[in-house]
Nanobody, 115 residues
């Protein structure tokens, strides 16, 4: 049984930082691409960042230079370090391990950026 648990969300002021974590079990973590997505109220889920099993990284233009994605294939965890947060970063953030047509989603973690 696959289980994903995201954590680390919260309320932060504009310009602040947060680090999100994703812990996975039930999959061979190293085989999977790890994506982060986010969904703001009334919006579609959007891509944030990706890291391949070999460590290739890409970011959405909206977060480039502010967010850093990483993974630890020994601990079966992934992280998203977020800095210089903006109000428009407010959303539920989801970890998404995927491999071909196999995608897994966690329950998400809420990030709210507000003064």
């Amino acid at each position: 049984q696959v289980e994903l648990v995201e954590s680390g969300g919260g309320l932060v002021r504009p310009g602040g930082s947060l680090t999100l974590s994703c812990a996975a079990s039930g999959i061979i973590f190293s085989y999977y691409v790890i994506d982060w997505y986010r969904q703001a109220p009334g919006n579609q889920r959007e891509f944030v960042a990706t890291i391949s099993s070999s460590g290739t990284i890409k970011y959405a233009d909206s977060v480039k230079g502010r967010f850093t994605i990483s993974r630890d294939n020994v601990k079966n965890t992934a992280s998203l370090q977020m800095s210089s947060l903006k109000v428009e970063d407010t959303a539920i953030y989801y970890c998404n391990p995927n491999r071909g047509s196999t995608w897994y989603w966690g329950q998400g973690t809420q990030v709210t950026v507000s003064s």
